[in-house]
């Protein structure tokens, strides 16, 4: 029953700004957050937050990117600023389920950012 639906990816340039957003159904979820995926690399984590509002942010990103989520929506959004063409890759919304424990996955969302 859980579903992700991941809206915000496109191509921007390089300074600029661009929002995910990831809206979860089917459950209550503890962590939320996004990884991503540049081609020929393994899948990183970019960002996470806690259901009690504690993030994480992989060190690349700090004071660049903000996680930030709505519990009572469940949705989790990624506000990217100061982009760089590294930041290159599909972004994937990511869930924990409070009850099961498991982890879910979105589609993917492809961000490009132009030199």
């Known amino acids: 029953q859980v579903q992700l639906v991941e809206s915000g990816g496109g191509l921007v340039q390089a300074g600029g700004s661009l929002s995910l957003s990831c809206a979860a159904s089917?459950?209550?979820?503890?962590?939320m957050g996004w990884y991503r995926q540049a081609p020929g690399k393994q899948r990183e984590l970019v960002a996470r937050?806690?259901?009690?509002?504690?993030?994480h942010y992989v060190a690349a990103v700090v004071g660049r990117f903000t996680v930030s989520r709505d519990n009572v929506k469940n949705t989790v959004s990624l506000q990217m600023n100061s982009l760089k063409p590294e930041d290159t890759a599909v972004y994937y919304c990511?869930?924990?389920?409070?009850?099961?424990?498991?982890?879910?996955w979105g589609q993917g969302t492809p961000v490009t950012v132009s030199a």
């Open positions: 990511y869930v924990l389920g409070l009850v099961d424990g498991r982890e879910y």
């Open positions: 089917g459950s209550i979820f503890n962590g």
């Open positions: 937050i806690t259901r009690s509002g504690f993030t």
